[in-house]
T-cell receptor, first 116, second 112 residues
Framework: GAVVSQHPSRVICKSGTSVKIECRSLDFQATTMFWYRQFPKQSLMLMATSNEGSKATYEQGVEKDKFLINHASLTLSTLTVTSAHPEDSSFYIC????????????FGDGTRLSIL | DAKTTQPPSMDCAEGRAANLPCNHSTISGNEYVYWYRQIHSQGPQYIIHGLKNNETNEMASLIITEDRKSSTLILPHATLRDTAVYYCIVRNSGGSNYKLTFGKGTLLTVNP
């Protein structure tokens, strides 16, 4: 069964709207989650690392004030795209790091964001 | 993390074994080899990982060369649903660096 639940699966909204995406770990407590973005015909690019109870760590070139991450509990991380514009249209995917060294990340099914 | 090199695309006949190669010649001693796949418009799916011994699970087998500079993912009996982009990723174990760096992967097309 699914390990990670991501919601919503698809969002279409007007330019200037803020959009929140949820990522839930279903089977275990996750102190670390990751947020990726994937543009058409490209590979996944890591945006940020979400740590429970502390500030997220953003990759170079990712605006922290535009992509707000909140990891308020051990099972939930949210990504808010603030004042979204058409260039923010993309496939956003979260992943959960399972406990223990060398353990794999498990990914959600992604959120298709389309800004008109 | 070490860089990996994969062929951009491969074809395989349904029911046959699919052998996907990956080169990771700069891999270091504490780095694991992970394989994921991504079916169109879905999140990546974990397949298998290993350090130096060959590994097998219900999805696939992972063969790592003795010098660890390359590996092969084997899908023993490919089906049409195995058509996906397959990513080979080398990742440091332990510590605080759990990030996965995705390359372009191999688009495997399973043909009927």
């Amino acid at each position: 069964g699914a390990v990670v639940s991501q919601h919503p699966s698809r969002v279409i909204c007007k330019s200037g709207t803020s959009v929140k995406i949820e990522c839930r770990s279903l089977d275990f407590q996750a102190t670390t989650m990751f947020w990726y973005r994937q543009f058409p015909k490209q590979s996944l690019m890591l945006m940020a690392t979400s740590n429970e109870g502390s500030k997220a760590t953003y990759e170079q070139g990712v605006e922290k004030d535009k992509f707000l991450i909140n990891h308020a509990s051990l099972t939930l991380s949210t990504l808010t795209v603030t004042s979204a514009h058409p260039e923010d249209s993309s496939f956003y995917i979260c992943s959960v790091l399972t406990r223990g060294d060398n353990q794999p990340q498990h990914f959600g099914d992604g959120t298709r964001l389309s800004i008109l | 993390d070490a860089k990996t090199t994969q062929p951009p695309s491969m074809d395989c006949a349904e029911g046959r074994a699919a052998n996907l190669p990956c080169n990771h010649s700069t891999i270091s001693g504490n780095e694991y080899v992970y394989w994921y796949r991504q079916i169109h418009s879905q999140g990546p799916q974990y397949i298998i990982h290993g350090l130096k011994n060959n590994e097998t699970n219900e999805m696939a087998s992972l063969i790592i060369t003795e010098d660890r500079k390359s590996s092969t993912l084997i899908l023993p009996h490919a089906t049409l649903r195995d058509t996906a982009v397959y990513y080979c990723i080398v990742r440091n174990s332990g510590g605080s660096n759990y990030k996965l760096t995705f390359g372009k992967g191999t688009l495997l097309t399973v043909n009927p």
